[in-house]
């Protein structure tokens, strides 16, 4: 069973390569290859080391959170655990087998019992938790965000602490921020209704300007802590704090344009996501940093187009 899922996993991911079309299917896979590269150069040192096993983690976690087959899993799987574990395992073992041939240590063998333990998680359970205190603080014209924070449950407000704690570590908090803004991709999905959107009375071009505007404000409140931590223990860096706000703005106005060039009344639209999601990436490999740029520049007249006549009374 363990087997069959994973190979249905496979066929799901040529699939989704080959829709990419060919210039983005191989930005995707250089990415990987890139990404792969970078992690096995750093192993040589304990800081990184550990650093990237933690990333993993959360990165896993925020899989496991997220994913939308839970429902499906349990009910053709007796053992649901086992399919968790086998998938999340599957991809534990490339990171593990790299970091091992780098290092000779034995640091990456800890996400084998971090593996067990996240596969243990009852989602359900989590899906229930409402947005709680962080939802109070997000306004009601930021629809994405306020579902989002419900929908993740405690998961960023973890994330948030995992970035204070881990601040005296190079890099760590804002490799935190990124996961956290990484997470907030699936947010911008869900369509709105057509009465949320005129509720803002604004054209178009005003109207993608200030739910930028809101989304940039909700995001760097939200990690603002870390951000100060980071400063705290790398002041003499902060430059790079900088231009990694710079790069998450540049993201939200990107993911922003993408929601609404493909906007339809209450329609979920993944389209975009897998755009975006190159995109992020290049805060580790360089050559795709152009990516979100050019994405919000062709979804930009996209979605001025898109929305024109929905809120062409108060041009």
Known sequence: MQLAFLKIRWAQFLREL????????????SGIVAALWIFYQVQGKTEPRYGSML???AL???IHLNRKDHRFIRLVSE???FVYIS?????AFVFIFLSFLKSQAFTMFLLIPAIATISLINVRVIGNTKSGFMGRFIPASNYEWKSGIRSTGWFI?????????LAPLPFASLVICWIILALSISFYEQGESREMIQSFMLPARKFLLQKTGIHVLTFLLCILPVLIANFVFFSDKWWLGLSFVLFCIINIASFVASKYAVWQHGQINKSQSVLNSIGMIGLFIPFLLPIPIVNLVRNYRKATHNLRTLLNDFN
């Open 18 to 29: 080959k829709s990419l079309g060919l210039f983005y299917a191989f930005l995707l896979t």
């Open 55 to 57: 990333f993993i983690v």
């Open 60 to 62: 896993i976690l925020s």
């Open 79 to 81: 053992q649901p655990y």
């Open 87 to 91: 998938e999340y395992g599957f991809l």
């Open 157 to 165: 407000p973890f994330l948030i602490l995992c970035g204070i704690l």
